[in-house]
Protein backbone atom coordinates (compact mmCIF):
# COMPACT_ATOMS: atom_id res chain seq x y z
CA UNK A 1 0.00 0.00 0.00
CA UNK A 2 1.61 3.28 -0.94
CA UNK A 3 1.56 5.85 2.03
CA UNK A 4 2.51 9.63 1.30
CA UNK A 5 5.09 10.94 4.25
CA UNK A 6 5.52 14.59 4.79
CA UNK A 7 7.90 15.67 6.06
CA UNK A 8 8.15 19.39 6.69
CA UNK A 9 12.20 20.85 6.63
CA UNK A 10 13.80 24.18 6.78
CA UNK A 11 17.22 24.66 6.86
CA UNK A 12 18.13 23.25 10.54
CA UNK A 13 20.13 20.35 11.36
CA UNK A 14 17.34 18.97 12.95
CA UNK A 15 15.43 18.65 9.55
CA UNK A 16 18.25 16.84 7.90
CA UNK A 17 18.07 14.12 11.01
CA UNK A 18 14.33 13.86 10.26
CA UNK A 19 14.66 12.94 6.91
CA UNK A 20 17.41 10.37 7.28
CA UNK A 21 14.89 9.26 10.11
CA UNK A 22 12.27 8.86 7.61
CA UNK A 23 14.50 7.41 5.33
CA UNK A 24 15.76 4.63 7.53
CA UNK A 25 13.08 4.43 9.69
CA UNK A 26 9.25 5.16 8.55
CA UNK A 27 10.09 4.62 4.44
CA UNK A 28 8.70 1.23 2.87
CA UNK A 29 9.08 0.11 -0.70
CA UNK A 30 6.34 2.20 -2.94
CA UNK A 31 6.02 4.90 -0.48
CA UNK A 32 6.84 8.54 -1.43
CA UNK A 33 8.24 11.05 0.85
CA UNK A 34 6.93 14.96 0.09
CA UNK A 35 9.86 17.56 1.65
CA UNK A 36 7.84 20.63 2.72
CA UNK A 37 9.39 23.86 3.25
CA UNK A 38 7.17 26.83 4.27
CA UNK A 39 8.42 30.35 3.83
CA UNK A 40 6.14 32.56 6.49
CA UNK A 41 5.55 36.28 5.00
CA UNK A 42 6.41 39.48 7.20
CA UNK A 43 9.56 39.29 9.26
CA UNK A 44 9.98 35.44 8.95
CA UNK A 45 11.85 35.77 5.31
CA UNK A 46 14.63 33.35 4.43
CA UNK A 47 17.26 35.69 3.38
CA UNK A 48 19.05 33.81 0.50
CA UNK A 49 22.47 33.31 0.42
CA UNK A 50 24.29 36.85 -1.33
CA UNK A 51 21.54 39.20 -0.02
CA UNK A 52 21.78 41.96 1.59
CA UNK A 53 20.62 42.87 4.46
CA UNK A 54 19.33 46.21 3.24
CA UNK A 55 17.46 44.47 0.74
CA UNK A 56 15.06 43.22 3.07
CA UNK A 57 12.66 46.31 2.53
CA UNK A 58 12.57 45.28 -1.13
CA UNK A 59 11.47 41.57 -0.06
CA UNK A 60 8.99 43.04 2.00
CA UNK A 61 9.08 42.90 5.16
CA UNK A 62 7.57 45.79 7.09
CA UNK A 63 5.98 46.49 3.96
CA UNK A 64 2.11 45.87 2.86
CA UNK A 65 3.08 45.20 -0.56
CA UNK A 66 6.38 43.31 -0.98
CA UNK A 67 8.34 43.11 -4.25
CA UNK A 68 7.69 40.08 -5.99
CA UNK A 69 11.23 39.81 -8.00
CA UNK A 70 12.37 39.25 -4.56
CA UNK A 71 10.22 37.03 -2.96
CA UNK A 72 10.88 34.64 -6.79
CA UNK A 73 14.49 34.57 -5.76
CA UNK A 74 13.97 33.50 -2.30
CA UNK A 75 11.88 31.01 -3.14
CA UNK A 76 13.85 29.66 -5.55
CA UNK A 77 16.84 29.77 -3.45
CA UNK A 78 14.65 27.88 -0.71
CA UNK A 79 14.33 25.45 -3.27
CA UNK A 80 17.73 25.49 -4.37
CA UNK A 81 18.54 24.39 -0.91
CA UNK A 82 16.21 21.34 -0.70
CA UNK A 83 17.29 20.07 -3.78
CA UNK A 84 21.27 20.33 -2.75
CA UNK A 85 20.89 19.36 1.00
CA UNK A 86 17.87 16.85 1.04
CA UNK A 87 17.44 15.00 -2.36
CA UNK A 88 21.10 13.77 -2.60
CA UNK A 89 20.05 11.74 0.32
CA UNK A 90 16.75 10.32 -1.27
CA UNK A 91 17.84 9.67 -4.03
CA UNK A 92 21.04 7.92 -2.68
CA UNK A 93 18.38 5.59 -0.93
CA UNK A 94 16.59 5.34 -3.83
CA UNK A 95 13.07 7.05 -2.36
CA UNK A 96 10.84 8.33 -4.59
CA UNK A 97 10.03 12.25 -3.27
CA UNK A 98 8.67 15.57 -4.01
CA UNK A 99 9.61 18.91 -3.61
CA UNK A 100 7.20 21.55 -2.24
CA UNK A 101 8.08 25.74 -1.21
CA UNK A 102 5.21 27.45 -0.11
CA UNK A 103 4.72 30.68 1.24
CA UNK A 104 2.00 31.47 4.21
CA UNK A 105 1.33 34.00 6.38
CA UNK A 106 1.68 32.47 10.09
CA UNK A 107 3.90 32.65 13.02
CA UNK A 108 6.07 29.45 14.25
CA UNK A 109 4.18 28.16 16.30
CA UNK A 110 0.86 27.80 14.06
CA UNK A 111 3.39 25.92 10.92
CA UNK A 112 0.88 23.48 11.16
CA UNK A 113 -2.05 25.36 9.53
CA UNK A 114 -0.16 24.47 6.85
CA UNK A 115 1.32 21.55 6.81
CA UNK A 116 -1.74 19.84 8.04
CA UNK A 117 -3.99 20.42 4.96
CA UNK A 118 -0.86 19.61 2.42
CA UNK A 119 -0.37 16.22 4.30
CA UNK A 120 -4.13 15.39 4.56
CA UNK A 121 -4.38 16.30 0.84
CA UNK A 122 -1.12 14.17 -0.16
CA UNK A 123 -2.64 11.11 1.92
CA UNK A 124 -6.52 11.72 -0.07
CA UNK A 125 -4.47 11.31 -3.57
CA UNK A 126 -2.42 8.58 -2.10
CA UNK A 127 -5.65 6.95 -1.39
CA UNK A 128 -7.48 7.28 -5.05
Request: glycine content about 6%; proline content about 5%.
Amino acid sequence: MLRNILVSVDRSLASQRCVSFAINHVYRHGDVIHLLHVIPLGTENVIPLGMDASELMEVGVGVTEPNKEKQKVIDEDAKKYLLENFVPHLEAAQVPYQVEVVRFSLDNESIGTVVCPIGIREAIQGNQ
